[in-house]
């Protein structure tokens, strides 16, 4: 077992963190991860509403009985959801963890922490998270370049971006982007942080709820195959390398506005992605870290693995390096 300030602060066995993902964040895998030990999340805005984002804690709940989170995202759309009603179903049901992201917590922090609901806030930049810790969320996820969804605009992967996160702030830090196995949790740790979160690994486990063909994808690919959509419009976004986010990436950069790659881009065609299979359908999220996925195992061996080769790594190879 590896104990942290987040395993202490936060209940859960491993200091390992499922991040929410679009269409992926469901009640099989997010079971799954909190039965293994590690800190699951469903994905609040996957639900298509707050009534049906309570059937699914209530499926979650049927299926583990350790404790999960959920996340909710609040993003520039062109049609919001109705945020505040998927906050009181998440308040409603219970939830003790909640992870937001895409802009200021203060709206959030204010309808959960009355409630008694610890508050995760995801950022990419060290200034970003020390508004975040000002305002009073319980811990950070800090996003490196490398990750898959939105790694901000100041391009700052995690070898730099922890440790200056874990320089500037008092609470705990959750490491996300780039992260696969134990090699991974351990250079975290050394770095500051207090724990990891993985979002593209945990995709290619045989819970998650996506087509097999796109897991087989995820370990064929390497570093190099994805791409960053919407940079001209500030909105940086990393996806998986196909013909439709190359499209996009090319329409930008030449001059078109986002109304001319909306169709592109639409949820519906990611989702059916995930669920047909087709990974040349539309856009879907793939990290730079899937160069270091080459299996589809259960979560539970996922997990097991990555803990138990990370303290053969700390007790084994780094203690090797000690002189006497």
Request: glycine share 10%; hydrophobic share 40%; net charge negative.
């Amino acid at each position: 077992m590896l104990r942290t300030r987040f395993t202490e602060e936060f209940g859960v066995e491993h200091p390992i963190v499922q991040g929410g993902m679009q269409w992926v964040g469901r009640a099989e895998l997010v079971a799954a991860v909190a039965n293994s030990g590690a800190l699951g999340m469903l994905t609040a805005l996957t639900q298509p509403t707050p009534e049906d984002l309570v059937k699914e804690i209530a499926r979650c709940r049927d299926l583990t009985d350790k404790p999960f989170g959920v996340n909710l995202t609040i993003l520039p759309t062109i049609t919001p959801p109705p945020y505040a009603e998927y906050r009181q179903a998440i308040v409603e049901s219970g939830i003790r963890v909640v992870e937001t992201a895409g802009s200021n917590p203060a709206e959030q922090l204010a309808a959960f922490q009355p409630a008694g609901v610890k508050v995760i806030h995801k950022c990419t930049s060290v200034r970003h998270a020390l508004k975040a810790q000002q305002l009073g969320v319980d811990a950070v996820s800090i996003d490196g370049f490398e990750c898959a969804g939105h790694p901000g605009e100041d391009d700052i992967p995690g070898l730099v971006l922890i440790p200056r996160a874990a320089d500037e702030l008092d609470i705990p830090i959750i490491a996300s982007g780039g992260i696969a196995d134990a090699r991974g949790l351990v250079a975290a740790l050394a770095l500051g942080a207090d724990g990891v979160n993985m979002g593209t690994r945990f995709m290619c486990t045989a819970e998650s709820p996506i087509h097999d063909a796109v897991k087989q994808r995820l370990t064929e690919a390497d570093e190099r195959e994805t791409e960053l959509i919407f940079r001209p419009l500030r909105n940086t976004a990393r996806v998986a390398s196909n013909s439709v986010s190359r499209e996009v990436v090319e329409k930008l950069d030449a001059g078109a506005g986002f109304e001319d790659v909306r169709e592109l881009v639409a949820g519906a065609r990611g989702r059916e992605v995930y669920e047909r299979g087709d990974t040349e359908l539309g856009i879907w999220s793939a990290g730079m870290v899937q160069g270091l996925i080459d299996d589809v195992p259960t979560v539970d061996e996922l997990v097991t693995r990555i803990v138990g080769q990370a303290r053969e790594l700390i007790e084994g190879r780094l203690a090797r390096t000690i002189g006497g």
